[in-house]
């Protein structure tokens, strides 16, 4: 399966094919006495590019400051600070990128969240990836806790397994989470209390709008006990669940999601993510309700340009 080799895919790709496809139309296009020179100058951009991307680009981190107002938002919450990450892919931040993941980790602790949520695909294809890393993202710690989902990643949706063989490592995920101490939200939800006011962290499994993607995420099973006029985030991996659940089916003021990565690069504001998605970073909105996409900290395949890793702190604000 294409995903179990995507980074050999991805250098073929770039380093192979996108030079000869190009080295063709430059004979076909260019004049014949400069082709050849059109075509070498193509190979040694799109080399460069690649290159650039995967040892200088995807080793960039930002933190983005969002905020959202809410007159549902109790006043007692009124300035808390969620700090949202996404699509880490630890599998590939191994060996010689290790400290690409421990920066990450460092920094969400610098900003001193009140609650720390992770909106899926921790992992490539394997649980077996977290071993390593898992001491590193046990360090995670704010005021309320570490909050998380599963990502489309984080199911065995790319291993030719049977039935059985998936839910023991699916199991073996959530394990892997737990035993770090993260609150993983498996269709479920978790109030938080500051005195006599509340918000509700919920956590609904992946469900996606696209081919193979699981779609185990149910609205009302997350929300069963919800009072209406709590006030909801909601946490759902892939950004297609958004319009097509959760909006119809819940009141969820403030939804997150990843999954995206931004199409890993971008040009002048555009991104080939835009294929694919309506939204693929930022916002959305429906009347008074949003949406916020990361574009991710990591990827599986290691390689972004200009579209850094980011962190997101959202501080939600009482809208009088």
């Known amino acids: 399966m294409i995903a179990r080799y995507a980074i050999v895919f991805f250098f073929v790709m770039g380093l192979v094919v996108a030079p000869l496809v190009f080295a063709l139309l430059c004979r076909w296009l260019a004049p014949r006495r400069v082709w050849r020179k059109a075509a070498v100058a193509c190979t040694l951009i799109i080399w460069a590019l690649v290159g650039y991307g995967t040892l200088v680009g995807f080793a960039k981190l930002e933190v983005r400051e969002c905020e959202y107002a809410s007159a549902d938002l109790p006043q007692a919450f009124d300035g808390y600070r969620i700090v949202h990450f996404s699509d880490a892919h630890v599998g590939t931040l191994e060996g010689w990128r290790k400290w690409m993941l421990q920066r990450a980790i460092d920094t969400i602790n610098s900003l001193r969240p009140d609650a720390i949520v992770f909106t899926g695909d921790l992992e490539n294809l394997h649980p077996d990836e977290l071993k390593e890393q898992a001491a590193v993202l046990r360090q995670l710690h704010a005021k309320d806790g570490v909050f998380s989902v599963l990502g489309n990643h984080d199911y065995p949706t790319y291993l030719d397994l049977n039935e059985v063989s998936k ?56 929300m069963e006990g919800v009072s209406p006029s709590s006030f909801v985030v909601m946490l759902q ?84």
């Open 167 to 222: 839910e023991r490592l699916v199991k073996l995920t959530t394990q892997y989470e737990r035993d770090m101490g993260w609150q993983l939200l498996l269709n479920e939800h978790k109030v938080i209390r500051r005195d006599s006011d509340s918000i509700v962290i919920a956590g609904m499994e992946n469900w996606g709008n696209l081919k193979r993607m699981p779609r185990r995420g149910d609205v009302k099973k997350t």
């Open 237 to 320: 991996h892939d950004p297609t669940a958004w319009r097509n659940k959760i909006v119809p089916e819940c009141h969820a003021q403030l939804t997150l999601s990843g999954h995206t990565h931004g199409g890993q690069f971008s040009v002048f504001g555009w991104s080939p993510a835009s294929f694919t998605y309506d939204v693929w970073g930022g916002w959305d909105h429906e009347g008074e309700r949003a949406m916020f996409v990361s574009t991710g900290l990591g990827a599986l395949i290691p390689f972004r340009l200009n579209m850094p890793g980011e962190i997101v702190v959202m501080t939600l604000k009482r809208k009088y």
